[in-house]
């Protein structure tokens, strides 16, 4: 169960540091990547997963 617990943590904080690093590049940044603003969320929960 504890394990459960660190790996939820892990994930989520893995989520959060990468929504804040894409929300801190400008839009032409984001752009030259091929990413929209809306596109930050589904991004970084598919990269927490993995």
């Not at 394990?3 to 940044?29: A, G, P």
């Amino acid at each position: 169960m504890l394990d459960n617990v660190v790996k939820n943590y892990r994930q989520w904080r893995n989520y959060r540091d990468t929504v804040e690093e894409l929300n801190r590049l400008s839009n032409r940044d984001l752009n030259d990547l091929g990413i929209s603003r809306a596109d930050i969320t589904t991004i970084a929960r598919d990269a927490s997963v993995k």
